[in-house]
């Protein structure tokens, strides 16, 4: 099977900035679901093995999309490191579930594209994103979190709210680059703005989609619980615990293997079967 990938497409948002995109799909087939991949915090469409997976899904019949982030603090001349920590500093949800629409609008009228088949993978804050996401966009049918957190609400508190607001900066240092990556007080005063559109509770508990729930048990940045709350939440959506899996299913940066690793897997392999299984597409 041929797929075609297209990499680095560049997708303009007039509400925040221009940035990329990369689409995998079989070369044979038309009317394919569209599965569109957000990346989570300190990520980017082409970190680790996200290649790999999105090759997968292109291979069981799926239109895959992966994008990043205007404002995640890569840039369109180095999509794979954080060149821009200025941008990175003035990222909020607002500019992320933006550009998620922008990105749902460049491909859903593909030729290549079913678009009554749109489904939402979010990983950890993309997963939240994901989440407030489907529940206001009446054109998304499906979502699956991975490792995704339960609230969006994940700011300092008490002293170090204030020191923030007066400082208008903290940060927070990359375990792998090593960089201090800047929060303008901005984040804060965007979510203040419009709390109840960014509560992922109640947008779950509210989403009419196919919803399915992955995590890890071994989760060392988004406690399992937090799937677990979700699930809760909304009845109809389905809990897939993967027993002793971190936090990015046993990828890293680089990945230079042309397999995955076992978690991710079994990660993938459960995806393509729910979505089959959900919207009967074999």
């Known amino acids: 099977m041929k797929i075609i990938k297209n990499k680095n497409l560049v997708i303009s948002n007039p509400e925040t900035r221009e940035f ?10 038309e009317k394919l679901p569209l599965i569109l991949f957000a990346h989570g915090y300190k990520g980017y469409k082409d970190w680790g093995a996200w290649n790999l997976m999105a090759e997968k899904f292109a291979e069981a019949g799926f239109f895959f999309v992966k994008f990043n982030f205007s404002f995640n603090g890569t840039t369109l001349d180095d999509p794979q490191h954080f060149g821009d920590l200025e941008a990175f500093g003035n990222n909020n949800y607002s500019k992320e579930l933006s550009d998620l629409g922008a990105v749902i609008d460049y491909f859903i009228n593909n030729p290549k ?50 020191n923030w607001k007066e400082s208008g900066v903290y940060y927070v240092v990359n375990g792998r680059t090593k960089q201090q990556m800047p929060h303008f007080y901005q984040f804060y005063e965007d979510y203040q703005k419009d709390p109840v559109r960014f509560d992922v509770e109640r947008a779950i508990e509210m989403a009419k989609a196919h919803i399915l729930i992955i995590h890890g048990t071994h989760d060392e940045s988004v406690d399992v619980r937090n799937a677990e709350h979700l699930h809760l939440l909304n009845a109809s959506s389905e809990l897939f615990l993967i027993e002793g899996a971190n936090h990015v299913f046993g990828a890293k940066e680089p990945w230079e293997e042309n397999t995955f690793p076992d978690d991710l897997q079994t990660l993938v392999n459960k995806c393509i079967d729910f979505i089959n299984n959900r919207f009967q597409t074999k």
């Open 20 to 29: 990329l995109a990369d689409s995998f799909y079989p070369e044979e087939g």
């Open 113 to 162: 594209v079913d678009s009554h088949k749109v489904i939402l993978i979010g990983h950890s804050r993309g997963g939240g994103i994901s989440i407030v996401k489907t529940f206001e966009d009446e054109r998304i049918n499906g979502l699956i979190t991975l490792a995704s957190v339960d609230s969006l609400e994940r700011f300092p508190k008490g002293d170090r709210l204030e």
